[in-house]
Each structure stands twice: as structure tokens, then as C-alpha cells.
T-cell receptor, first 111, second 112 residues
Framework: TQLLEQSPQFLSIQEGENLTVYCNSS?????LQWYRQEPGEGPVLLVT?????EVKKLKRLTFQFGDARKDSSLHITAAQPGDTGLYLC???????????FGAGTRLTVKP | KAGVTQTPRYLIKTRGQQVTLSCSPI?????VSWYQQTPGQGLQFLFE???????NKGNFPGRFSGRQFSNSRSEMNVSTLELGDSALYLC???????????FGQGTRLTVV
């Protein structure tokens, strides 16, 4: 069982649609990061959220950290084919300072 | 500022051989972590080094080892390779442990 559960595991949508992916845990995190990874490449850091309830925007991407700092969501508006990739969340666990990754959501945006 | 550099990018080895992978972190970063990524298991933590000391280790057999040098560059070694070791090996660097991590492009290891 993954410490960080990401859902959905796979998502295939048409260009222009909106979507939300989730990262959930029973553990409390000091911070949480979102990455996007393209095939054959390393993950690229998108954002770090630290404060419970925090919302960060990066162009068409909106990231939210849950009030209890146990979960996070990533919302993409008007998805484009360039958004295709594996979206990973990673959390720094508060009580032992370990960093753990979710299994990821594989997003495909069709033109 | 240059990013994280991993060498080589691709590697093919036969079962029983050993392999050494290299990672040069971002300048000024003293923490290096290694991960194994496979389609079935996702991103699995191998170990983390900080100031030449192994700070944390994941649940991998002793065939997997690593080290960090005084210039923060790190190497990982896998001995007696098995087919199941085929994976993308990723290195991430950060200024200090458990701060924002930046990944290299990875080394794709294929064991035949």
C-alpha cells in the first residue's frame, strides 16, 4: 500500500477539457510537491505547497494543499496535449522527515 | 546554473555483471537521493546521502550500494545484476535533506 495514494491512476481526455487529480494520505506532511514526468525523462518540479489550505497557481494549473495537510489536488484548466505526462506527488512526512512519492497519475490529452 | 547530471543515459548489462551509475548534483546542493522507477512499482526510494554520509536507506537488497564524495557527486553500484533490476534510475539533488528535490534525466538500465 502506497503511503500517498494518487487518483485516478490513468486519465485520458480531449484538448480543452478540465481535470482534477488527487493525492491523499492518512499522514500529515510538512510540505508536498508536485512533479510532471515525460517518458524517458526525470520528474520536473512544478510546485511546493507548505501551508494547510494553501492554493498556488501556475498558468492553467492550480494546486491546493488540504487544510489538515494530508491531501492535495491539482486542477488543470483547458488541458493541452503538452500537459500529457505522469503527475507525481511527493510529501515530506512530519513525524519522521522522510520524503515519499505517490505512484502517479498518467494523463493523456488528445488533440 | 546547470541541472542534475546523470551518466550514462543508457546502459545494457548482462545478468551477473555489476554497474556503477554517476550523479552530479546542482552546484551548492549537498544532498543526493537515488530512486528506482519501474512501470509496476513506480518510484521507489533507494538511499539518500548528505555530506558524504548515508542518511537514509530504502528497502533494497545489499547488492545496491552508494557513496557520496566530498564534492557532493554521488555514485550508486549494483552488483550481481538480475533481470528485475532493469529500470530507470533517478538521482535527485537538494540543498539539504528533505528540501525541494530536483531530478536528473535518469539512467535507463537494461539487464539482459
Amino acid at each position: 500500500t502506497q503511503l500517498l495514494e494518487q487518483s485516478p491512476q490513468f486519465l485520458s481526455i480531449q484538448e480543452g477539457e478540465n481535470l482534477t487529480v488527487y493525492c491523499n494520505s492518512s499522514s500529515v506532511f510538512s510540505s508536498l510537491q508536485w512533479y510532471r514526468q515525460e517518458p524517458g525523462e526525470g520528474p520536473v518540479l512544478l510546485v511546493t505547497v507548505v501551508t494547510g489550505g494553501e492554493v498556488k497557481k501556475l498558468k492553467r494549473l492550480t494546486f491546493q494543499f488540504g487544510d489538515a495537510r494530508k491531501d492535495s489536488s491539482l486542477h488543470i484548466t483547458a488541458a493541452q496535449p503538452g500537459d500529457t505526462g505522469l503527475y507525481l506527488c511527493a510529501g515530506l512526512i512530519t513525524n519522521n522527515n522522510d520524503m515519499r512519492f505517490g505512484a502517479g497519475t498518467r494523463l493523456t490529452v488528445k488533440p | 546554473k546547470a541541472g542534475v547530471t546523470q551518466t550514462p543515459r543508457y546502459l545494457i548489462k548482462t545478468r551477473g555483471q555489476q554497474v556503477t551509475l554517476s550523479c552530479s548534483p546542482i552546484s551548492g546542493h549537498r544532498s543526493v537521493s537515488w530512486y528506482q522507477q519501474t512501470p509496476g512499482q513506480g518510484l521507489q526510494f533507494l538511499f539518500e546521502y548528505f555530506s558524504e554520509t548515508q542518511r537514509n536507506k530504502g528497502n533494497f537488497p545489499g547488492r545496491f550500494s552508494g557513496r557520496q564524495f566530498s564534492n557532493s557527486r554521488s555514485e550508486m553500484n549494483v552488483s550481481t545484476l538480475e533481470l528485475g533490476d532493469s529500470a530507470l534510475y533517478l538521482c535527485a539533488s537538494s540543498e539539504t535533506p528533505n528540501t525541494e528535490a530536483f531530478f536528473g534525466q535518469g539512467t535507463r538500465l537494461t539487464v539482459v
